[in-house]
């Protein structure tokens, strides 16, 4: 059962989180609800509980994990199928180990807010229906607040689900739990030769094409552990992700990942190394090693084909052309170069004509070294007049896949700032703002601009 907090109010909510469910958002700010999101009242069909699981952190093995402190009220039937409500941060539970159970107000904020931003990104993710908060102080670096995020998700099982049954030889429950899924999340699978290959199929390639879609948003998750890893191929688990500003491949957003094992550069093949210990979860299900291995032999095809598609959608590329990647590997090389700002550098590339380089100012002035730039828009101009191009309909198609708004770091800083002095007010305007990430809205241009020079050494570590 989740502990009750001090005095809960209403922080936050998402109305398009709520229409999933059919709920009116207005609700939510109402007492009644504000003591059911935050645990202080459970409904009376619901029967709360916490999951156990496993998984590798860091690519080391770290044994039983569970929700320590996530608390799943249940689930609610919708047009798309059941949708499960999770209190994350509503206290401790059997698998809390040393943790309290608590999350704080800065963390609920950033989850909260992305799992929206990504939503409305068109990236497969869990949602966050709202957040309550609570004087009530929880210890970190320094003593913060608590607060509760309403996650939402058809299921939060994860690979590291799967790996607990595994490791503790239990092929009984693995199998309750593999047909669990299959029956309520892929009941096409069913009817295949071996359901659990086709199942490890299915992940690796859900999981390849979330990943590419990060990669091409320049999204990076922090803390690719299997057991933030959803057996359905939605981001989950939002911690000290980062969206990438100056770009550099290398970089990594989670200042306790010393190592960088989680930078921008490596996510895909973290996410195959994910898949590599679903596999061997799945093995005893699967039967034979060959099986896995072919399933796992899928990820690398899907994800290099999704790559390609968003990237020719985001250079709005009509055709397929055979040294695409060549452009591809090319503009990464002088954006690299150049650290230049993804986001920004992408939504201005819409702006490109193809007869017109002299109008490439915006652009050029993008980067340090303007030739290379101009090296790579001779090749880029020359692969549009290849389809011929139109500047108008490729500058539209554009704009609906390049965002102009993503959640920067500092931007979330200033929403947190505000929320700990208890003015929710920004919380609520970024994510009006990241719900339409592809309009131009003009009144809010600042916050498509770069992070002012108190934020760039802002550190986001695994503290939450
Ligand atoms: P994370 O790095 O957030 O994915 O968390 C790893 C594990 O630690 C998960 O099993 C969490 O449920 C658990 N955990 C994280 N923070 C807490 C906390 N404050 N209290 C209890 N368990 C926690
Ligand atoms: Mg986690």
């Given amino acids: 059962m989740p502990t009750p907090l001090p005095a809960p109010y209403f922080v936050a909510a998402s109305a398009s989180a709520a229409a999933l469910i059919g709920l009116d958002p207005a609700l939510l700010a109402q007492p009644d609800y504000v003591e059911l999101l935050s645990g202080n009242s459970v409904a009376e069909r619901s029967q709360p509980l916490a999951a156990v699981y496993s998984g590798h952190q860091f690519g080391v093995w770290a044994g039983q994990l569970g929700d320590g402190r996530a608390i799943l009220l249940g689930d609610i039937a919708t047009e798309n199928g059941p949708m499960e409500l999770q209190l994350k941060g509503a206290g401790a539970t059997p698998y809390s180990r ?25 990236i497969p993710t869990s949602r966050a229906l709202a957040i309550t908060g609570s004087q009530q ?63 490890l199929a299915e992940v690796c390639r859900r999981t390849a094409h979330m990943i590419a879609h990060w990669q091409a948003v320049g999204f990076m998750h922090g803390v690719m552990n299997t057991d933030n890893m959803s057996i359905l191929g939605l981001t989950l688990d939002y911690g000290p992700f980062g969206f990438m500003e100056a770009f550099d491949a290398e ?30 979860a799945l093995l005893p299900l699967i039967g034979e090693v060959s099986l896995a291995q072919a399933a796992l032999d899928s990820y690398e095809p899907a994800f290099a084909a999704k790559m390609n598609e968003l990237l020719r959608a985001k250079l709005g590329l009509r055709t397929e052309q055979g040294d695409d990647s060549q452009l591809f590997d090319a503009m990464f090389a002088v954006m690299q170069a150049n650290h230049v700002d ?51 309909p490729r500058k539209l198609a554009m704009d609906q896949v390049n965002p102009k708004y993503v959640l920067r770091n500092y931007l979330a800083q200033v929403a947190i700032d505000k929320a700990q002095r208890q003015d929710y007010t920004e919380v609520a305007q970024l994510l009006a703002v990241l719900q339409k990430p592809f309009d131009e809205q003009p009144e809010h241009q600042h916050y498509a601009a770069l992070p002012p020079d108190w934020a760039s050494h802002l550190e986001v570590s695994c503290s939450s």
């Fill in 98 to 122: 040393m943790g309290d159970g608590r999350a704080v107000l800065r963390s609920s904020i950033r989850e909260f807010l992305c799992s929206e931003a990504m939503a409305a990104l068109g």
């Fill in 137 to 199: 102080g929880i210890m970190r670096e320094t003593v913060e607040t608590a607060a509760v995020v309403t996650r939402m998700a058809p299921s939060f099982v994860r690979f590291g689900s799967f790996e607990h049954w595994f490791s503790r030889k239990k092929p009984d429950e693995l199998k309750i739990l593999a047909d669990y899924v299959i029956d309520s999340f892929y009941p096409e699978l069913r009817t295949q030769d071996n359901p659990y290959q086709a199942l």
């Fill in 251 to 280: 970089h990594i957003c989670n200042h306790t990942d010393s190592q960088g094992r989680y930078s921008y550069a490596n996510q895909p093949q973290v996410g195959h190394w994910n898949c590599y210990a679903l596999g061997q």
């Fill in 342 to 392: 993804f986001t920004n550098f992408f939504r201005a590339l819409g702006n490109l004509q193809v007869g017109a380089p002299e109008n490439d100012t915006e652009l050029r002035d993008m980067f340090i070294d303007r030739p290379a730039f101009d090296g790579w828009a001779l090749q880029y101009r020359a692969r549009l007049l290849l389809e011929q191009s139109d500047d108008l």
